[in-house]
């Protein structure tokens, strides 16, 4: 269904009509914000199903990051002895786990966005990117659960004399989380929306995601990266938000400036792609399912 409501009655019945949609490139935000009580409820459903029926409950946020740190400490740090740019262990891996989780989390959701909601998309009409959204929202407060067990991480060392600060980047922090939102949603309904007739990318995602994760400086700082092969992991959007990250909330590492508008640019062009291709599925993705 490629539809939207609009509120336009053309008689005395009608309040509400739902029409197709005129341009593949339609993000309408007014009628995203009329349905945001059913957003709310997506968002507490996704929630709550996290951990329904477990007995530890929201320590799961905390626990899965805390045994991924402890684990890369032991391997990366302690074993293959790999630098951090001099931020201690715990920050360096903690900061780049928890921020590679809300992206892939995001772009995992969201790319089964169609074939996981299709017989609630078959049913009744609301906007569709409604899900995506949700996602975000609800990986958000899980990133805040995560956020603060980093903040007692960041606490501890701070008090324990170890040379890490706060910089001034740390005011550009939301828009890194911003932009690695709408880059994971934007891989993500590309994926969603190729998957509803090319069933073989949904096998290839998870194994995708492996070697992406590998490719973006999580275990390791950037400045590890030979120069002849820095330009390929330049390229992985992701890398420049986490190194940026790092800097600006414990003064290590660095800020690139190009390596951002490259990555900032991506995102864009990724987004509004996406964007496009998920409207555009919107038409037909019922029959194919």
């Known amino acids: 269904m490629n539809e939207h409501a609009t509120d336009a009655p053309t008689d005395g019945d009608w309040t509400t009509i739902i029409c197709p949609k005129e341009r593949l490139f339609e993000l309408n935000i007014r009628e995203i914000i009329r349905y945001r009580d059913l957003l709310l409820l997506l968002v507490r459903r996704d929630f709550v199903s996290v951990y329904k029926q477990t007995v530890l409950g929201p320590l799961w946020f905390i626990i899965q ?65 409604i899900i995506p959204i949700s996602y975000i929202i609800t990986n958000s407060f899980t990133l805040v659960i995560q956020a603060t067990v980093f903040s007692a991480f960041y606490l501890y060392y701070t008090v324990s004399g170890h040379a890490v600060s706060v910089t001034t980047a740390i005011l550009f922090v939301p828009v890194f989380l911003c932009q690695l939102a709408a880059l994971s949603v934007g891989c993500g309904i590309i994926v969603s929306s190729l998957t509803t007739k090319y069933r073989d990318l949904k096998n290839l995602l998870n194994f995708g995601m492996q070697l992406w994760m590998y490719a973006t400086p999580i275990v390791y700082p950037l400045s590890m990266v030979p120069d002849k092969w820095r330009w390929a992991f330049v390229l992985n959007p992701v890398s420049p938000i986490i190194e940026s990250f790092r800097f600006a909330v414990v003064g290590r590492g660095h800020i690139d400036g190009w390596q951002m508008i490259v990555s900032f640019g991506a995102t864009l062009v990724i987004l509004f792609f996406g964007i496009i291709l998920f409207n555009h599925n919107e038409r037909t993705f019922i029959d194919i399912i």
């Open 65 to 129: 990051p805390l045994i991924t740190t402890f684990m890369y400490m032991f391997v990366f740090g302690n074993i293959a002895r790999m630098s951090t740019d001099n931020i201690p262990q715990p920050l360096f891996y903690f900061s780049g786990t928890m921020l590679w989780s809300f992206f892939s989390t995001n772009l995992t959701k969201s790319a089964d966005t169609f074939i996981a909601n299709a017989g609630l998309f078959g049913k009744i009409y609301f906007p569709r990117f």
